[in-house]
């Protein structure tokens, strides 16, 4: 389904009525062309037909739950993905951060709160491809070619690479599947490959938000990225953990 020019579509997936009129009226104010589902299966079908930026999901959804329901919408669709709860459980976190959920909202919530996040994605620029998409067969072939493009920003450490405009990245001659979270972390490492990096800046400078209380995002997506990279587990080999303060490219020295 094509779209015009800046316009911006939400799907909003949540089985409470009230709470669902409330998030629709707020993305509606924000200038989003909106549609709702109230269960799992309803909101995948949305997704697939209304190809929207953005995708609020409930976890505790009737018939497949948030988790679940978010899995198959990240074989769809690299829209941001903000999952909202009303259970305050850390595991619930974890999983909905690892299956490709962007930011994390608990119940109850305020409008206020809401359109800051939701602002904060969405400095972020939008890929426009399938996150969890196949890599190309012909990645190799192209990759060489982004490097001789002028002021095209081309980002390597070692067998990775990153075409920072173009929103894709390799591992020799192999594309990634990233997730948008995943991408601009890597890319930020990458530009700065000595820096260490704490999770609050990381925070600043990805998410666009300094709720300290948020750093296990940045852990959470660190480490799905590492596993993308090929790293295992207690062995980096291209993201290094600088205890107690954050991370850094791995020197390669």
């Not at 930026?53 to 948030?66: E, F, K, M």
């Not at 450490?157 to 192999?174: C, I, N, S």
């Amino acid at each position: 389904m094509s779209q015009t020019h800046g316009e911006r579509r939400a799907v909003v997936v949540e089985d409470d009525e009230d709470i669902r009129s409330l998030i629709e009226f707020t993305l509606t104010t924000q200038g989003f062309d909106v549609r709702s589902a109230e269960t799992g299966f309803d909101g995948v079908d949305q997704v697939r037909e209304f190809d929207p930026d953005l995708v609020t999901l409930d976890l505790g959804l009737p018939g497949i739950d948030g988790i679940e329901t978010c899995r198959r919408i990240r074989e769809l669709t690299d829209a941001y993905v903000v999952m909202i709860t009303a259970r305050d459980d850390e595991i619930d976190r974890l999983l909905g951060l690892e299956t490709g959920a962007d930011d994390f909202l608990s119940k109850p919530f305020s409008v206020r709160e809401l359109k800051a996040r939701i602002n904060a994605l969405f400095r972020r620029p939008r890929r426009g491809v399938g996150a969890a998409g196949p890599a190309p067969a012909s990645a190799s072939a192209v990759a060489p070619a982004v490097a001789a493009v002028p002021d095209h920003e081309v980002l390597e450490h070692g067998p990775l690479r990153v075409d920072v405009d173009g929103r894709r990245a390799f591992k020799t001659a192999d594309e990634l599947a990233l997730t948008r979270t995943e991408f601009d972390l890597l890319t930020e490492l990458m530009r700065t490959p000595a820096r260490v990096w704490t999770r609050e800046a990381l925070l600043r400078s990805v998410w666009g938000t300094d709720w300290a209380s948020d750093t296990h995002l940045v852990e959470v997506h660190i480490g799905n990225l590492r596993r993308k990279l090929g790293e295992a587990q207690g062995k980096p080999k291209f993201i290094r953990t600088v205890r107690g303060v954050g991370y850094r490219m791995e020197s390669l020295d």
